[in-house]
């Protein structure tokens, strides 16, 4: 992994980081846990094993956050052969926005408007698209090229970074991340406990005791 920190809250509020103003800014793209183990959320997008596994590992992460980037890169191949392929463990992916937040939260919508089937794919490429993100691509392009990728029209991308309902929707799963201790991407629960390490050892040693009860 990379040496620098996760990515990590000051003072944010605890209402919608995405609404009103952010909402606005993202018509302009389209213009240019705590303890008690897992409890299932509505939105949650999973892989491997099914609902109501015996282990379940839980991601909160972003699609603009540099950090989550190089976990995807650099553990999860890793860490989907051992757990996800081989169905040991439930593997979800929650959505926590991370500055620019108009630009997570609209690639977040165009994950889901993709379909379920594309959604890993849709995430994993923007998070892979990153330098073009922050290297002076109109953030707009790369997210349009994407969703065309993944079989949208450029009507389709407009009309769903535009969706206001899908938009507090995500807004509620934000909430729900920040009700539940989380302050920074990426971070990792094991059936509901906060690993402070998202090492594939750190994840493999709860992940595993868990397995083994």
């Known amino acids: 992994m990379r ?35 897992y409890q299932e ?3 949650d997008m999973g892989l491997g094993a099914a609902k109501g596994a015996k282990v379940t590992v839980v991601e909160y992460a972003s699609v603009t956050c540099s950090h989550c980037a190089a976990w995807q890169e650099e553990v999860w191949p890793q860490f989907k052969a051992k757990y996800v392929d081989t169905n040991k463990i439930r593997y ?3 959505e926590f926005p991370t500055p620019p937040v108009p630009v997570a939260a609209a690639g977040f919508l165009v994950a889901r408007c993709a379909g ?3 959604y890993f794919d849709v995430i994993h490429e923007i998070m892979a698209s990153q ?6 691509t109109p953030p707009r392009n790369v997210l349009l090229r994407i969703a065309q990728g993944a079989g949208l029209s450029e009507a389709q991308f407009t009309a769903c970074v535009t969706d206001t309902k899908a938009a507090e929707a995500l807004d509620k799963r934000v909430k729900a991340g920040i009700d539940a201790g989380v302050d920074g991407t990426p971070s990792f629960f094991v059936n509901g406990e906060k690993v402070a390490d998202s090492s594939l050892t750190s994840l493999s040693a709860k992940i595993d005791a868990a397995l083994a009860k």
């Open 116 to 118: 379920e089937d594309k």
């Open 131 to 136: 330098a073009e993100i922050f290297g002076g």
């Open 41 to 43: 959320a509505e939105g």
């Open 3 to 37: 040496p620098s920190k996760p990515f990590k809250f000051g003072s944010m509020s605890r209402r919608a980081a995405i609404t009103g103003a952010a909402l606005a800014a993202m018509a302009t793209l389209s213009a240019c846990g705590g303890g008690g183990g």
């Open 92 to 94: 979800v992916f929650r």
